[in-house]
């Protein structure tokens, strides 16, 4: 095979792989995402997360349906970033309440930090978009 056989392949290929449609973030947070995290004390849960858009144009409504508890909380994005206030609203202690903050990667998964008041420490969450 020749070197301009070879660029003339690589271009080819290049074009191709351009021209395919990639399932990529759009923007909006809305919609329900898969959630895997560990919470301040260790423990592991999953779940889903379903985000709705708030009254402002950057503000969303979230609720939690994890292991044990229904949580709901407003956030609001600020650049990069979905900060939210929650309460725990049915399961095991309803007393609980807390915040999370996430990074907003490129594909839509968010990526944070969960807290739980009254609790040392700080737990960690991802949450996938299902698409």
Excluded: H, K
């Amino acid at each position: 095979m020749t070197v301009t056989t070879t660029i003339a392949l690589i271009s080819a290929l290049l074009v191709v792989a351009c021209a395919i449609p990639e399932e990529a973030f759009d923007g909006s947070l809305e919609g329900d995402y898969y959630i895997n995290g560990v919470d301040p004390q260790g423990v592991e849960y999953s779940g889903l997360l379903t985000i709705a858009q708030g009254e402002d144009p950057d503000t969303y409504e979230l609720q939690w349906i994890i292991t044990g508890s229904v949580q709901q909380g407003i956030g609001r994005v600020q650049g990069s970033r979905l900060t939210a206030n929650w309460d725990a609203i049915e399961g095991y202690d309803t007393a609980s309440y807390g915040t999370a903050s996430y990074e907003i990667r490129v594909e839509g998964e968010l990526v944070g930090e969960r807290t739980v008041a009254g609790q040392e420490g700080t737990g960690t969450e991802e949450a996938f978009p299902i698409r």
